[in-house]
């Protein structure tokens, strides 16, 4: 099956600098990228996908970058302010007909100090 | 228009028990997943569930069941509870309409089995 790993697990910024998040996968099927952010005791939120057959995605001060041949992918938080402080979680979907199944990477817990 | 939403929020079984969890996808979404999250660790997939079948299923025992009914809601049932399973529920909704991967949490239910 799959298998996601990400790192670092731990990530210290001041606020204003930025902040990056890696993750590698085993199965070359996968092929959709999801990064959700989860605040303690909340659910995980969506925050930025990408498919792929797209290089790069951005969104406003996120963006997330795709190395299909490498199997990687990263997430990138510029100008951090301290509510960008919590849990972040890559993952990668393979789906085949009407299955699909995500994995998790372990986690990433981002402190954006004041 | 509705998120997904799970009920109960909280509950506590002792060793042995059986529990039931349920789960309401968001309005236009006919897919649903299961997932466990540690305490500290990524959801694991535990299954999903589309047109009232299981399709695919992760790395979990038979002592973990599910159902999906006509109204796309579901179920999770986890038979003779072991201290173990004590975790976050997060059930996930999704469409298999068109290429529209993104998966949405609901807040969970935290179970305590003592």
């Known amino acids: 099956g799959e298998n996601v790993e990400q790192h670092p697990s731990t990530l210290s910024v001041q606020e204003g600098d930025s902040a990056v998040i890696k993750c590698t996968y085993s199965d070359s099927a996968s092929n959709y990228f999801p990064w959700y952010k989860q605040e303690l005791g909340k659910r995980p939120q969506l925050i930025i996908d990408?498919?792929?057959?797209?290089g790069e995605k951005k969104d406003q001060r996120i963006a997330v970058t795709l190395n299909k041949t490498a199997k990687h992918f990263s997430l990138h938080i510029t100008e951090t302010q301290p509510e960008d402080s919590a849990v972040y979680f890559c993952?990668?979907?393979?789906?085949?007909?009407?299955?699909?199944?995500?994995?998790f990477g372990s986690g990433t817990q981002l402190t954006v100090l004041p | 228009d509705a998120g997904v939403t799970q009920s109960p929020t909280h509950l506590i079984k002792t060793r042995g028990q059986q529990v039931t969890l349920r789960c309401s996808p968001k309005s236009g979404h006919d897919t649903v997943s299961w997932y466990q999250q540690a305490l500290g660790q990524g959801p694991q997939f535990i299954f999903q569930?589309?047109?009232?079948?299981?399709?695919q299923r992760g790395n979990f025992p038979d002592r973990f069941s599910g159902h999906q009914f006509p109204n796309y809601s579901s179920e999770l049932n986890v038979n003779a509870l072991l201290l173990g399973d004590s975790a976050l529920y997060l059930c996930?909704?999704?469409?298999?309409?068109?290429?529209?991967?993104?998966?949405?949490f609901g807040s969970g239910t935290q179970l305590s089995v003592l």
């Open positions: 990408i498919r792929s057959n797209v």
């Open positions: 996930a909704s999704s469409s298999l309409q068109g290429a529209n991967e993104k998966l949405f």
């Open positions: 993952a990668a979907l393979i789906s085949s007909g009407s299955a699909r199944q995500l994995t």
């Open positions: 569930y589309y047109e009232e079948e299981e399709r």
